[in-house]
């Protein structure tokens, strides 16, 4: 039953990987900046905006709180536009990096306010600027934290994408649906949960090691 | 020079209330001295210095540095102020993603120095504080001494005249408590940096300031040289610290029994406390052979206070007609005496 089905394999492990990859790049950009705003823009932050602040904040909680599902349905305009279709990978890579956006910048706001406050101060009196206080401070010291959030919507994006994938967005979701739910293909099935688990051990082994490479405390 | 005026702080806690932290400092720092400034915990002092570098905004007063006014600056200007005053705390604040020259070349970085003279500088500042060995290690490779002493290199990276210690010994053990506080002293004369040094310990006081200010409850409650307030503490919270530090006062059993009304028999009880020369005077013996009265030597300390010596000692005397001579002779001789009360002939077999 899995005869012929090699190709097929590839080419989703493929997908699946080309839309966690493009949608963490895109959550990790746009989630950073994000996260460094909540951390700094709060009432008495480096970078003070309380009313921005907010609206971030509030903005944030709500696209957390939208189940993904939901959050792709409701993007597919814009999902159209910005790619021309709604279906297929570069289509669901819309939603997954859109929905991860919020989820990193959380991960990123919890990282950097575990940096100590103390630190922050030291860096204040030896006359550091808000600016190079983020850059050179905060981040740099939330290096190691950071990795690990970003592993973590890498991994949480193995789901998601496999979530895409049942309705149109391809990768191994949609294998598993096409083949292993509809043709009640149970090799398939099997196969496809294979690859999921590998593909996630091997992002965990990976973003531990960059982790810990990057972590000297 | 630093100088404080009236500096004033409440803080507003959760529960609304209010708590007055500096309550109307004024003190003085002069250029080139070492100003200590001890009281207990929760005296106010990491507030004072903080006021100093504005990391916290007094309610009302004024910081002046070599004249102007830090608290009605810019923010620029007050970036460019604080790099005229390094700061080190106790518990060091460096970097652990970076190495001890990354550290230490921080504040340089900051400036925006040229990679050549940061080079240098940062060669020449890990020379002084002896960690040249050390220069690409991480904070976590190195001992608790080892780090404060990337810190204060760090603290001097960009030549400030001033710099601020919050107790920067306190988390320290005994010897390199004193590796660091000679380490400040000599780095001090040699660039005569201005210093404020926050301490609780008021043997870190006694060996590397010039002057010494003691807070309590926000308020600065005696101020003077050091030799001073060790030889005659006005105040009841110097005098304890002062006693703590020589380890001296009186057992819990003998202030017990020792009353300030004179009694029929028995002995008076004495604090003397003497600097200097009078260290080298067969002064109890004299006692001896001119009055003829016994003095009894309780207990003494002799310690060096800011490189002279001083030397505290508790003596009880017996009485007699002529304990008033015999307390005019200490006093002429050159010794402070502080009267501590008397102690029945009874109640002293007892204790
Ligand atoms: N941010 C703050 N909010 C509210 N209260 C504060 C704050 N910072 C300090 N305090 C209070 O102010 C008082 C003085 O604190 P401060 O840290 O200046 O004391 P300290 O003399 O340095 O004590 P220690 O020797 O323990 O370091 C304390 O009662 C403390 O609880
Ligand atoms: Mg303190």
């Known amino acids: 039953m899995l005869t012929g089905m090699t190709g097929v394999f590839l080419s989703a492990s493929w997908d699946t990987i080309l839309m966690i990859v493009c949608s963490t790049v895109v959550a990790v950009l746009l989630g950073l900046p994000m996260g460094v705003f909540l951390w700094g ?177 | 020079m630093i100088e404080l005026r009236g500096i004033k702080k409440t803080y507003r806690l959760p529960t609304g209330e209010s708590l007055r932290v500096l309550d109307d400092v004024n003190l003085i720092i002069p250029k080139g001295k070492i100003m200590g400034v001890i009281g207990r915990s929760g005296a106010g002092k990491s507030t004072l210095v903080r006021c100093v570098n504005g990391l916290e905004k007094p309610d009302s007063g004024e910081v002046f540095l070599d004249g102007q006014s830090l608290l009605t600056v810019s923010a620029s200007a007050l970036r460019k102020a604080r790099s005229k005053m390094g700061m080190i705390f106790q518990n060091v604040n460096l970097q652990k993603r970076k190495t001890v020259f990354e550290n230490v070349a921080f504040p340089l970085i900051l400036q925006g120095d040229d990679k050549d003279a940061i080079r240098k500088r940062v060669m020449s500042l890990l020379d002084q504080v002896s960690l040249t060995d050390r220069v690409d290690h991480f904070p976590s490779q190195l001992s608790g001494g080892q780090q404060q002493r990337v810190a204060i290199a760090r603290a001097l990276a960009t030549a400030p005249p001033v710099l601020l210690c919050d107790e920067m010994t306190s988390a320290l053990d005994p010897e390199t408590t004193q590796q660091i506080l000679s380490l400040l002293l000599s780095l001090q004369r040699s660039l005569n940096l201005t210093v404020l040094l926050i301490t609780h310990e008021m043997a870190a006081i006694r060996q590397v300031a010039d002057r010494v200010a003691v807070m309590e409850a926000g308020q600065l409650i005696e101020e003077g040289s050091v030799l001073d307030i060790f030889q005659k503490p006005k105040t009841e919270t110097t005098k304890a610290l002062v006693q703590s530090d020589a380890h001296l006062g009186l057992p819990a059993s003998l202030q017990a029994v020792c009353q300030a009304e004179p009694v029929e028999s028995g002995y008076h009880l004495l604090n003397c406390t003497f600097s200097g020369a009078v260290a080298a005077q067969p002064l109890i013996s004299e006692c001896t052979t001119r009055f003829g009265v016994a003095l009894n030597i309780l207990q003494a300390n002799l310690t060096t206070v800011h490189g002279s010596l001083m030397g505290k000692m508790c003596v009880a005397i017996e009485l007699s007609d002529h304990l008033p001579q015999v307390v005019g002779f200490l006093k002429e001789s050159g010794l402070t005496v502080e009267a501590l009360g008397y102690v029945n002939r009874n109640d002293w077999s007892l204790s």
């Open chain 1, 41 to 217: 823009g709060a009432l008495g932050g480096c970078i003070e905006k309380p009313s921005l602040h907010r609206l971030v904040s509030a903005l944030v909680n709500i696209m957390r709180s939208v189940p993904f599902i939901i959050l792709m349905v409701a993007l597919i305009p814009i999902t159209r536009f910005l790619v021309g279709s709604s279906i297929g990978t570069a289509a669901a890579i819309v939603p997954l990096a859109i929905g991860a956006i919020p989820f990193f910048a959380r991960l990123a706001h919890a990282s950097l306010e575990a940096v100590p406050h103390s630190l922050v101060e030291a860096c204040e009196s030896m006359g550091a600027t808000p600016w190079q206080m983020i850059s050179r401070v905060i981040v740099s010291e939330a290096m190691p934290a950071l990795a690990r959030g970003v592993t973590l919507t890498a991994v949480t994006l193995v789901g998601y994408s496999a979530m895409a994938g049942t309705v149109g967005g391809g990768g191994l979701g949609d294998v598993a649906i096409r083949y292993g739910y509809d043709q009640f293909n149970m090799p398939v099935m099997l196969v496809t949960i294979v690859i999921l688990v590998i593909l996630v051990q091997l992002m965990q082994w990976l973003g531990d090691w960059w982790a810990n490479s990057l972590d000297h405390s």
